[in-house]
């Protein structure tokens, strides 16, 4: 089986200027670092992450709702990377995102009818009968009643608004979506039905997520496989079942360690070990391996040569010095 | 005598549509060197307990309708702003979620907690430079004597939030609050400051109460926890039984819908419909409306908190039977 999307050696750089009058200089902050991923059709990959790893820019990129500064994309079979405005809408109904702020997402001077109308109409839809039928059919199957369609986003509560997020991506009938931490800003009460619907509408309509966020809990619930960025690099991908029973890469071992544990005798005993330190600046990165200031099994190697993502005996995708040596 | 002591605490708001009661009828103890935490919603009132218990509501809008709350003995619900001042910092201090905006952009954080130093004791400039190291210290901000000198802008989130802490210690408290203090905070820097409290805890004594929406931050730290929703405690349990043995439905629904890394489930298990608006909370119990285990009489009238076995206490008019079944 052949991937859905594919991203290679995928970089977003952004120029940042800083420094004093007279003394302006321009730094290259690498967003993203050379990413090479695979999507299949009908997965899910969970993506997961710190804030300001690079996550959620390369969902974007991949979309390219950000444009790459490098790399490229493919997306069933097709370089997307190049093409130009016109080429690139018929590709653009086939991959769509979900944002995390309900809030923030939705117009609030449109009506729900509108705002699951709009993509529809901008892929040269006609505001018809047959449209507003349409509208009708994503309202069921988000589960919003049909009376939503004529009110606003603010008599909504969180968890509706993110299923009218979710009615307006699914619109344009897509193949692949990036669910940009769609659960995090939800209270925690209704994460659980969002989740089931994100699952429900896969089943129902063979869709293939990105789905990105920081809770590893809920990426483990609802992922096939996994990958793990730090610092604009996956440092490790595998299936879920493997990546959390054994996670090779120090980096995905601290994160899984460090996630709080609900029930008092499934705690290992007395404290774990923590990572200390905060995660670097991505204007001015460690060398060799971006993770050596706080990885507690630093070796000189890992000052100076960075890690590449290889295959390990047991299946993992890592990029860890540790891994490499037999 | 326990440290804190709420009694039938009411805090109501005067808004457009009439009065509203953010929190009703809330009742707790806290003991010197405990930590309780207390879990709960947006809009259920945890927040509101703890300003209430600061006196940092303005009032109006917000009033005060009924209960108390005593702080070493003191009454503090009459207490004058004044006297209330006096409190904050030296006996009860705070830490808020927002490490990004509880700092003033424009001050060194040496300036800072200098200046809550000062509000509190008299002692010269440089005794109160050598306590704030002395807290930067305590907090593990490395090398403080240079970081003394530092604009918020320097520090990244987690050592901001080391910052407030180290400031809420500056005048050794007797108690910390400390509302949602890792929600903005990634999960290996929210190990980092959950430890820290507790080292805080066994090393100064202190009393803390954590807030907070994730079950997961309770389990880690708390002794004790109440859980609140729409409002009102529904539950109240030593940490220990709460994770094995939820007795209100509630906190039955909480647990079972987050996705643990532990167990595998196919489907989440939701609790359906959302919270109730504080305008538009329904008579009798409040989850009713959302609870599967609801009966006619539910809707009838509140459900008291009705003190269990094992130090536990759940307000459900079923929750005899629900424990059995």
């Known amino acids: 089986m052949s991937p859905l999307v594919s991203a290679v050696g995928l970089t977003k750089t952004y120029a940042i200027t ?69 080429a690139m809408r018929p590709k653009r109904r086939a991959m769509q995102i979900i944002f995390q702020d309900p809030y923030g997402a939705l117009n609030p001077r449109m009506s729900v009818e509108d705002i699951i109308m709009e993509p529809l109409v901008i892929h040269g839809a006609k505001g018809d009968a047959a449209t507003r039928a349409l509208v009708a059919d994503m309202l069921r199957l988000v589960g919003l009643p049909q009376r939503a369609a004529s009110r606003f986003p ?27 931490e769609p659960v995090s800003a939800l209270d925690v009460s209704v994460q659980a039905q969002i989740v089931n619907l994100l699952q429900d509408l896969q089943a129902e309509l063979g869709l293939t997520y990105l789905f990105i966020a920081h809770d590893l809990s809920v990426v483990k619930h609802i992922s096939d496989r996994v990958a793990v960025m730090y610092l604009g690099k996956i440092v490790e991908i595998a299936e879920k079942r493997t990546i959390y029973a054994a996670p090779q890469h120090p980096y995905t071992q601290a994160l899984i360690a460090a996630v709080p544990v609900l029930r008092p005798q499934d705690r290992g005993r007395g404290r ?46 890592v990029a860890c010095h540790l891994t490499e040596s037999p | ?45 945890k927040s509101v307990t703890a300003l209430t218990i600061m006196g940092l509501l303005p009032q109006p809008p917000a009033r005060i309708a009924a209960g108390s709350v005593r702080f070493a003995g003191e009454e503090l619900t009459t207490a004058s702003p004044g006297r209330m001042e006096k409190i904050r910092g030296a006996g009860i201090s705070m830490v808020f979620q927002e490490p990004m905006t509880s700092l003033n952009p424009v001050f060194t954080i040496g300036e800072q907690i200098m200046e809550t130093v000062r509000a509190h004791d008299r002692m010269s400039a440089r005794a109160q430079r050598d306590r704030a190291i002395e807290m930067l210290d305590r907090v593990g901000i490395p090398s403080a004597t240079e970081r003394l000198n ?19 210690l500056a005048c050794r408290p007797k108690l910390l609050i400390a509302d949602e203090p890792t929600t903005a905070l990634d999960v290996t820097i929210q190990a980092q400051v959950l430890d820290l409290l507790m080292d805080l805890r066994d090393e100064l004594g202190m009393a803390i109460i954590v807030i907070t929406h994730n079950m997961g931050v309770i389990a880690e730290v708390a002794d004790r926890v109440l859980v609140m929703y729409a409002g009102r405690i529904v539950e109240q349990s030593p940490a220990a039984n709460l994770f094995d043995a939820p007795q209100h439905p509630y906190t039955k629904g909480l647990l079972a819908c987050v996705p643990t890394l ?20 329904p008579p009798g119990c409040c989850f009713a409306p959302r609870c599967t285990y609801c009966i006619e009489a539910c809707h009838a009238a509140v459900p008291p908190l009705i003190v269990q076995r094992d130090d536990r206490a759940v307000a459900c008019i079923r929750a005899d039977e629900l424990v059995a079944s």
Do not use: W
């Not at chain 1, 992450?49 to 097709?78: Q, V």
């Not at chain 1, 603010?154 to 344009?172: D, K, M, N, V």
């Not at chain 1, 600046?281 to 050596?292: Q, V, W």
């Not at chain 2, 009742?27 to 947006?42: A, K, R, T």
């Open chain 2, 262 to 281: 532990e167990q595998d489930r196919h489907r989440l298990i939701a609790i359906p419909g959302a919270l109730p608006e504080p305008t538009r909370r």
């Open chain 1, 272 to 317: 774990r070990t923590r990572l200390a330190g905060e995660i670097p600046s991505a204007l001015n990165p460690p060398a060799g391996c971006h993770f050596h200031t706080r990885c507690p099994h630093v070796m000189p190697i890992c000052r100076t040569q960075e890690p590449l993502l290889r295959t390990t005996a047991i299946g993992h995708q």
């Open chain 1, 18 to 86: 800083g420094g004093a009058f007279l003394r302006r200089q321009t730094t290259a902050l690498r967003a993203v670092d050379g990413v090479d991923l695979d999507i299949m059709p009908g997965e899910t990959l969970g993506l997961v992450g710190e804030s300001g790893c690079g996550k959620s820019t390369l969902g974007r990129t991949l979309i390219r709702l950000i444009e790459p500064t490098g790399g490229t994309i493919l997306f069933d079979g097709t370089d997307i990377t190049a093409l130009d405005m016109r």
């Open chain 1, 154 to 180: 603010h008599e909504f509560s969180g968890g509706q608004r993110q299923r009218i997020g979710i009615a307006r991506a699914l619109a344009l009938k897509p193949r692949f979506v990036v669910c940009d």
């Open chain 2, 1 to 45: 005598m326990s440290l804190l002591e709420l009694r039938g605490l009411t805090t109501a708001f005067q808004t457009g549509r009439g009065e509203i009661s953010a929190i009703e009828d809330v009742s707790f103890d806290l003991d010197e060197g405990e930590i309780l935490g207390i879990v709960g919603e947006s809009g259920s009132g």
């Open chain 2, 150 to 168: 530092d604009y918020p802008h320097q520090l990244s989130g987690g050592q901001r939030q080391r910052v407030m802490i180290a400031m809420s």
